[in-house]
Nanobody, 116 residues
Framework: QVQLVESGGGLVQTGGSLRLSCAASGRTFSTDRLGWFRQAPGKGREFVALMNWRGTSQYADSLKGRFTISREFAKNTVFLQMHSLSPADTAVYYC??????????WGQGTQVTVSS
């Protein structure tokens, strides 16, 4: 089992920045990727970014340049730095852990609200 706890969400104005954190615990040694997803009101969950154990990152094309994923391996923590936020970024952001290529473990999510 892997436990994931997100933090750092909140209310921010358009153009602002936020940094989300996700602390992983449990069988973290078995994870191959940590990632971020989001779900806006009335929409499905969408991929945001991920980082594998080598430190290689991937991003949703629409978010490249504004969002940055990073990882502190020693603390099993992954971060998502978000800049130039707009109301379209309003969503619940979820951290997820992949084992064997499949995102099996999910956090409870943290709400990000961007006001216009």
């Amino acid at each position: 089992q892997v436990q994931l706890v997100e933090s750092g969400g909140g209310l921010v104005q358009t153009g602002g920045s936020l940094r989300l954190s996700c602390a992983a615990s449990g069988r973290t040694f078995s994870t191959d990727r940590l990632g971020w997803f989001r779900q806006a009101p009335g929409k499905g969950r969408e991929f945001v970014a991920l980082m594998n154990w080598r430190g290689t990152s991937q991003y949703a094309d629409s978010l490249k340049g504004r969002f940055t994923i990073s990882r502190e391996f020693a603390k099993n923590t992954v971060f998502l730095q978000m800049h130039s936020l707009s109301p379209a970024d309003t969503a619940v952001y979820y951290c997820a852990a992949s084992i064997g290529g499949s995102f099996e473990y999910w956090g409870q999510g943290t709400q990000v609200t961007v006001s216009s």
